[in-house]
């Protein structure tokens, strides 16, 4: 609904301003679309410039939609007529450089975009033909680095620095290597005829500097423009900025300017740096154009409770802050705090639904820093309570129905005899076999076995004519009729009609993408195997964090606070408040600060933390009416976490109640002896998802697990335990460079490569670290800790230099999230690495940073499982140390990497314990199981499982855990059976110590 509020006195001073250029400091709220559209509309008819000689820039199309739409309009109402002209140029700069390169030619002629999918095909065979000197192939080749490498050339493009400015400035180290990558890249852009934005803007430039340009010629031949107007100018890089100094003519100071610019901008909200913004052409702009200050102030959009919170967000630019026009609305930010994960997810739902019973979906919001698995865990929550979600059809790939069917068929062909595949894509809901009728081998569904049947055969020439993916999706989809639910209206589970024919089409684009970058370079068609196996990264290029919800009526909206920019609400959820997430920690990128070193003038200060305050602030002011925010105390992996601190400004903290699926709390009391015992009430605690420490936890202690999950106690973490972790972010961090271990030898040299890479990542983390808990770098602790990390990871490189020769490896995910289904609960944590065997099979490698027992992991499994077998007590005598961790990833992983787990290792940091032949120097000790597919004579039992073994402890302890909480049996959270388990408890202080906690 267009606004129909008379403009306030600051949003009339913009309007009727001329004489100068003028920057406008426009806080969120303020109007800003409405107040250009009403100064187009005055200096039209006021001034009587033609509407063509007006240029307004914008910097998305949803955005030039809008201000297209209000600008006609408000032309309506002040000329009492239709609007006469030859071209209305309210355009993205995109869009308007697209236009000036056609200069009098035909308009918007063919341009073939470079999408990220290109680029990355690009890329590839660039790294095939660009002889690097400073890095090894496996770093070369690894996601991580294309990322990194691809975003550092856009941002230099977007400043305006070419390849071979690069190479002179950097002619030797990495930067050379990055500035052939950046050349290899142009000339196969060019050679392929591609350009993506940032070349639109750089070719507009280039043509308005060249006089016999088309561009050049038509901007002289229709004149300049007497107006330019520009919205959200914090948005802008190098390259836009120097378009507008073209446009602005030789002398952009003279007064009166022609054209005149009008900038609005704030750079509170500039949150797109990782596209290349600069938030400071803002400075620049006013500087060089000798621009007038004008203030939009007044915020007609959130009531003055939500703005006194976000103005206190630190970092914040006092220009751009707004005040409520009607400070008698009521309004509120609350601080929400649950246990953990799941709990914060209940809450959040329940509030919606809440919320929902008063309002449609649609003026409610849940604003995500970080989306994954966050978004998909939300959405499916509130759909499980019956909460419409709107669709977002480039997010969720891997949750689709519709998706899943072509994926589940493409492995299919590559496995023709595999039953499981065969089974799981005839029950996929799409396709539509009853899943009994399929294990009862007399198939039902949708459509008949033999009209199945004939279908994949069809399928299956088509794949056997051309393995090319694009060709087989089609086939698949065309044959299986996977667009049937939107032919028919039937109601799919997993199936959106409106994301998913969008997510076919992504994804059958990205196919096409592939292979039309690989037939203009003369290579193979992409085959099946070569897609599936790559399937995660194109997903990942397809996605935008970006996008809005799809035009679903009446859904909540679930997106990143990226996509919410511009968008508004009645009521704001912002999920995961806590230090690392928001903010989050950025990871950092080598090439910006090498950049910054050769090239100062063009790569400015990391301004990443300005950045995510930028984020907290643009998601609180989405909000007209209420903001919740919320946190869990502890994460997936049972670590305490920091609640962010841009929620101080908020006060007072919410507990969240408990959830309706527990009973009521358990709180601990004492008994006088001589009073009768009260009846206790059986402990009834429903568990959906669990991690890995929560076993091993309530192995050891269950009264510790009622501590930390039920009640949220949280144990004091000390500054040495806080960097203690430290080395997990050190270990990530050199796997993600280094992970081609399947020709390795034990050299001094590569051990001494290894040791030296490691010794830096640690002290970069140790620093990392301490700077978040204040802990000075010439401190005792922080000499110390670095120091311990330092030989304990040189005695890692040695191990993992032997460990390689022994058995080669490559390291496939670090730092991997992994969930496990245990009949109904999920069992969800992040493993340390995951590794695929040059012999065959998958390897799980977990780090410990304590030191290794003396008993072995094979054996403490043998034992709990004897304990069970025999009627014993299973939860509460075993030893502190106890890790069930990397068994209980074995199903997540086998399903990730599709291969059979053959070894699972605990890396023990710290050594053994006190008293080996070592002295006190520990090497690295390895705690293995070798997996067998059955038991053998020659396994060793101390270091080895069979696999009935290992389905053992996930059928029947962890399990056994879940029936005990559930079931409503106990009255009670035992204490250990072990008295020296409680040395390194972190709730001494608060336990009891009786042996019982009353319900």
Request: glycine share 6%; with cysteine; net charge negative.
């Amino acid at each position: 609904m267009l606004s129909s509020f008379a403009p306030t006195p600051e949003q009339l001073r913009v309007i009727e301003h001329r004489g100068s250029h003028v920057l406008v400091f426009a806080g969120p709220g303020t109007g800003k679309t409405e107040t250009l559209a009403r100064r187009f509309a005055s200096i039209v008819v006021d001034d009587g410039v033609s509407p063509s000689d007006i240029l307004v820039l914008t910097f998305s199309r949803r955005a030039a939609d809008a201000m297209r739409d209000r600008i006609l309009q408000r032309l309506r109402e002040r000329r009492s007529e239709g609007l006469g002209a030859p071209e209305l140029f309210v355009k993205t700069f995109h869009s308007f450089c697209a236009r000036l390169l056609d200069g009098d030619g035909g308009r918007y002629s063919q341009r073939q975009l470079l999408t990220p999918v290109k680029e990355r095909a690009l890329w590839q065979r660039v790294l095939a033909d660009v002889k690097l000197s400073t890095i090894g192939p496996e770093v070369a080749h690894s996601a991580a680095f294309a990322v990194d490498a691809l975003n550092a050339i856009a941002q230099l493009k977007g400043q305006g620095v070419s390849a071979q400015t690069l190479a002179a400035a950097a002619p030797h180290g990495r930067l050379a290597d990055l500035a052939a990558l950046y050349a290899g890249m142009e000339r196969q852009r060019t050679a392929l005829g591609l350009s993506d934005f940032r070349d639109l803007v750089s070719d507009a430039v280039g043509a308005l500097e060249d006089p016999a340009s088309a561009g050049s010629r038509w901007l002289a031949a229709r004149g300049p423009f007497e107006h330019i107007l520009v919205d959200e100018f914090q948005d802008s890089d190098g390259m836009q900025l120097r378009l507008l100094e073209i446009l602005a003519g030789s002398h952009p100071r003279t007064r009166p300017p022609a054209p005149q610019l009008c900038f609005v901008g704030d750079i509170n909200q500039s949150i797109y740096r990782f596209r290349g913004a600069s938030p400071h052409n803002i400075e620049t702009a006013q500087r060089r154009f000798d621009c007038s200050d004008l203030d939009l102030t007044l915020n007609r959009r959130s009531a003055q409770a939500i703005l006194d919170v976000a103005n206190e967000t630190p970092l914040l630019s006092k220009n751009s802050l707004t005040k409520a026009e009607d400070t008698v609305i009521e309004g509120s930010v609350r601080l929400v705090k649950a246990t953990m994960t799941d709990d914060e997810i209940e809450y959040i739902c329940k509030a919606v639904q809440e919320r929902r019973q008063k309002a449609p979906g649609d003026s409610i919001a849940v604003l995500l820093r970080s989306n994954a698995p966050y978004q998909s865990l939300i959405a499916q929550a509130l759909e499980t309570h019956g909460i419409l979600v709107a669709a977002r059809p480039t997010d969720n790939f891997h949750d689709d129905s519709l998706i899943d069917a072509v994926l589940r068929a493409l492995a299919l062909l590559l496995q023709q005899d595999d039953e499981r595949l065969k089974r799981a894509l005839m029950t996929n809901p799409v396709v539509g076999f009853n899943p009994l009728s399929v294990r009862a081998k007399a198939p039902r569904g949708r459509m008949s076995l033999r009209d199945y049947d004939a279908a994949w055969d069809r399928i299956a020439r088509a794949h056997a004519s051309l393995d090319e993916c694009a060709h087989v999706v089609r086939a698949v989809a065309r044959e299986l009729d996977l667009l049937e639910p939107i032919r028919t209206g039937r109601v799919v589970p997993g199936f959106d009609p409106l994301a998913s024919p969008a997510r076919l089409s992504a994804l059958l684009q990205a196919a096409e993408d592939i292979t039309s970058v690989r037939r203009a370079l003369g290579e193979p068609p992409v085959t099946i195997a070569v897609f599936l196996e790559r399937i995660d990264e194109i997903v990942s290029l397809i996605a935008d964090p970006t996008q809005t919800s799809g035009p679903q009526t009446d859904g909540v909206a679930v997106m990143s606070i990226h996509a919410a920019k511009g968008l508004e609400f009645d009521f704001v959820v912002i999920p995961q408040c806590v230090e690392g997430v928001l903010p989050m920690r950025s990871r950092p990128n080598v090439w910006e600060e090498l950049i910054a070193q050769r090239l100062p003038e063009v790569q400015r200060p990391d301004d990443s933390l300005r950045e995510e305050a930028s984020l907290w602030y643009v998601a609180l002011t989405r909000a007209r009416r209420d903001v919740l925010a919320t946190a869990a105390r502890v994460d997936d992996d049972g670590v305490d976490t920091v609640t962010s601190r841009f929620c101080q400004a908020i006060g007072e903290v919410d507990d969240a109640a408990p959830s309706e699926r527990w009973s009521e709390a358990p709180t601990a009391r004492l008994s006088d002896p001589a009073e009768a015992p009260e009846p206790r009430r059986p402990i009834v605690r429903q568990l959906l998802t669990l991690s890995p420490t929560d076993v091993n936890t309530f192995l050891v202690c269950p009264r510790e697990y009622f501590y930390a999950r039920v009640l949220g106690v949280g144990a004091r973490q000390t500054d040495a335990m806080r960097l203690g972790k430290v080395v997990h972010t050190a270990l990530q961090r050199f796997h993600e460079a280094e992970r081609d271990f399947s020709a390795v030898s034990a050299s001094v040299a590569t051990i001494g490569r290894y040791a030296s890479a490691l010794h830096e990542l640690a002290l970069e983390a140790v620093r990392e670290s301490a700077a978040e808990i204040g802990l000075a770098e010439d401190s005792g602790m922080f000499r110390y800790e670095t120091a311990r990390l330092q030989r304990q990871l040189g005695h890692y490189a040695r191990a993992l230099a032997h460990e390689a020769m022994e058995r080669p490896f490559q390291v496939l995910h670090c730092e991997q999230r992994i969930t496990s289904d245990l009949g109904g609960v999920r069992v969800s944590g992040r493993v340390d690495r995951i590794d695929r065997l040059s012999s065959g099979g998958i390897a799980i490698r977990d780090y410990k940073g304590g030191k290794f027992k003396t008993k072995p992991s094979a054996e403490t499994v043998r034992t709990l499982l004897d304990a069970r077998s025999a009627g014993s007590a299973l939860f509460g005598d075993s030893e502190r140390g106890v890790s069930l961790q990397t068994i209980l990833y074995v199903p997540g992983v086998e399903e990730l990497t599709g291969e059979k787990v053959r070894l699972l290792d605990y890396v023990y940091l710290a050594g053994e314990k006190k008293g080996s032949e070592t002295g006190d120097d520990f090497p690295t000790a390895i705690d293995r199981i070798d997996l067998t597919e059955e038991p053998t004579a020659t396994a060793s039992p101390e270091t080895s499982l069979a696999r009935i073994e290992i389905n053992a402890v996930l059928s029947q302890v962890a399990a056994e855990m879940v029936r005990r909480l559930a079931g409503g049996e106990m009255t009670a959270f035992p204490t250990t059976e072990d008295p020296d388990n409680c040395k390194y408890c972190g709730f001494t202080k608060v336990c009891t110590g009786i042996g019982t906690v009353l319900a």
